[in-house]
C-alpha cells in the first residue's frame, strides 16, 4: 500500500480528524478513500468540497454518476468504480446504465451515451477534444454548462484515482459487491 495510512478519527492529523469522525459516524465506517486523503487535510477537504460542487453543476445524479465512473472507468480505478456503483445503487439509479458505464459499453439512452462519450474523450485526450466532440455533445441535448461540469467531474476523478493508483488503496467490504477490475488487468489475468 505504498505506505499509506489508513487513518482513523484517533490517527488522523488535526485538520482532518473531525471529518473522519463524522463519516465513520454517519456511515459505520470510514472509506478507505477519506481514510487516505486525511494524511493531507487539504486535499481532503478539496476533494470535498469539488465532490459537494458537482452535486450543484446542473447535471442530475445520473449524469454525475455516469461522469465519475467513465472517468474512473478509463483512468483504471478499481476503488472508484466499485464505490460509485455503490453510492449509485444507494441513491435508486438506474443500474442497468452504470452496469453499461462500468463495462465501457453503449448506454441504450442517446442522450446518456453522449455524456459518457464526451466525458470518455476528455480523460482520453487529457481535455484537447475537438470542435466536432463539443458540438456532438451539445446536439445532445446537453449545453456549454455541462461541458463545463463535465470537466469539473473528470477533476475531480483525478484526485481520487491517482491518489488510489499511488496509495493503492483497499476497497472497503461496504463496496465489494461492486468490485470491479481494470480491462488491463482483467486481460493479464487471462493471459
Same mark, same amino acid.
Given at each position: 500500500?505504498?505506505?499509506?495510512?489508513?487513518?482513523?478519527?484517533?490517527?488522523a492529523p488535526e485538520?482532518?480528524?473531525?471529518?473522519?469522525?463524522? +463519516?465513520?459516524?454517519?456511515?459505520?465506517? +470510514?472509506?478507505?478513500?477519506?481514510?487516505?486523503?486525511?494524511?493531507?487535510?487539504?486535499? /481532503?477537504?478539496?476533494?470535498?468540497?469539488?465532490?459537494?460542487?458537482?452535486?450543484?453543476?446542473?447535471?442530475?445524479? /445520473?449524469?454525475?454518476?455516469? @461522469?465519475?465512473?467513465?472517468?474512473?472507468?478509463e483512468n483504471e480505478?478499481?476503488?472508484? +468504480?466499485?464505490?460509485?456503483?455503490?453510492?449509485?445503487?444507494?441513491?435508486?439509479?438506474?443500474?442497468?446504465?452504470?452496469?453499461?458505464?462500468?463495462?465501457?459499453?453503449?448506454i441504450a439512452d442517446?442522450?446518456?451515451?453522449?455524456?459518457?462519450?464526451? !466525458?470518455?474523450?476528455?480523460?482520453?485526450?487529457?481535455?484537447?477534444?475537438?470542435?466536432?466532440?463539443?458540438?456532438?455533445?451539445?446536439?445532445?441535448?446537453?449545453?456549454?454548462?455541462? @461541458?463545463?461540469? @463535465?470537466? /469539473?467531474? +473528470?477533476?475531480?476523478?483525478?484526485?481520487?484515482?491517482?491518489?488510489?493508483?499511488?496509495?493503492? !488503496?483497499?476497497?472497503?467490504?461496504?463496496?465489494?459487491?461492486?468490485?470491479?477490475?481494470?480491462?488491463?488487468?482483467?486481460?493479464?489475468?487471462?493471459?
Open positions: 500500500m505504498a505506505n499509506f495510512t489508513l487513518h482513523t478519527p484517533s490517527t485538520g482532518a480528524r473531525d471529518f473522519i469522525a463524522g +463519516v465513520e459516524k454517519k456511515m459505520g465506517f +470510514v472509506p478507505s478513500l477519506y481514510a487516505v486523503f486525511a494524511e493531507n487535510p487539504t486535499v /481532503l477537504n478539496a476533494y470535498t468540497q469539488l465532490s459537494d460542487q458537482l452535486a450543484k453543476s446542473g447535471l442530475t445524479p /445520473l449524469e454525475q454518476q455516469i @461522469v465519475t465512473i467513465t472517468a474512473s472507468v480505478c478499481h476503488f472508484c +468504480v466499485a464505490a460509485h456503483t455503490t453510492i449509485s445503487e444507494g441513491q435508486g439509479l438506474d443500474l442497468t446504465v452504470i452496469d453499461a458505464v462500468r463495462e465501457d459499453r453503449p442517446p442522450k446518456l451515451e453522449a455524456l459518457r462519450i464526451f !466525458t470518455k474523450k476528455v480523460v482520453i485526450d487529457r481535455g484537447f477534444v475537438s470542435d466536432t466532440d463539443v458540438d456532438a455533445f451539445l446536439a445532445s441535448g446537453y449545453d456549454r454548462s455541462a @461541458v463545463l461540469a @463535465v470537466i /469539473l467531474g +473528470v477533476s475531480l476523478k483525478v484526485i481520487s484515482n491517482y491518489t488510489n493508483h499511488v496509495a493503492e !488503496t483497499p476497497v472497503n467490504e461496504a463496496f465489494q459487491k461492486h468490485a470491479w477490475t481494470p480491462k488491463s488487468k482483467r486481460e493479464t489475468v487471462a493471459a
